[in-house]
């Protein structure tokens, strides 16, 4: 029996197949050519896999100490402008909703996170400056978990922000003959 004939019933036309097919699925699993080439060339480099979502704090950890120079008092030490896109970025990250953690907890897995809820990049100069008004009423478990995600959501950005929880009071309309006034109720 011929090996190369032109038969697709022949064995080795069905090895070339199985072959192809092979090839196929694991160049597509392992994410195309930069993925082939990183099976077989080892870069130094940590690479994030971005197509699965990773935990709000990934690589938040690389966020040191503010840099707070050596210069006269008063004077802020030069820094380098963030760079754009920030290199803190890892995709999407995984939304957890239930069991929201306490304020404290929150407070200690956000050391750079000054009080009043201000950050500011400790490595370098932001390029934008942020503001969040958040209006608040009686909803504590809320109110957490949107702090839990959203601290990490911006400075992984490297955005200078500040966070400002605003309490909501119950207003009711009261009809004086002049103009319309807004009446706390209390």
Partial sequence: MT????????????ALLVGFQFAFVLYFS??????????????TEPEFDYSRPHDVYTNLSRLGPRNTGTGPPGTSPSMTVCQMPSPLLVGPV???LSAPLSLD??????????????????????????????????RQTHLRTLLYHLHPFLQRQQV???????????????????P?????LS
């Avoid at 392992?30 to 870069?43: A, K, M």
């Avoid at 929150?106 to 370098?124: A, E, H, K, M, W």
């Avoid at 500040?162 to 003959?177: A, E, G, R």
Wanted: charged share 15%.
């Fill in 3 to 14: 090996c190369c004939g032109r038969s697709l019933d022949s064995p080795c036309t069905l």
């Fill in 30 to 43: 392992l994410g195309g050519f930069r993925g082939l080439v990183s099976v077989l060339v080892r870069s």
């Fill in 94 to 96: 995984s939304v957890h």
């Fill in 105 to 138: 907890q929150i407070r200690q897995r956000n050391p750079l996170v000054s009080p009043g809820g201000r950050y500011s990049p400790p490595d370098c100069e932001a390029r934008h400056h942020t503001a969040i008004v958040v209006p608040y009423r009686n």
């Fill in 160 to 178: 200078h922000y500040s966070i400002y929880i605003v309490q909501q009071v119950p207003l009711s309309w009261s009809h004086c003959p002049g």
């Fill in 180 to 184: 319309t006034v807004l009446v706390p």
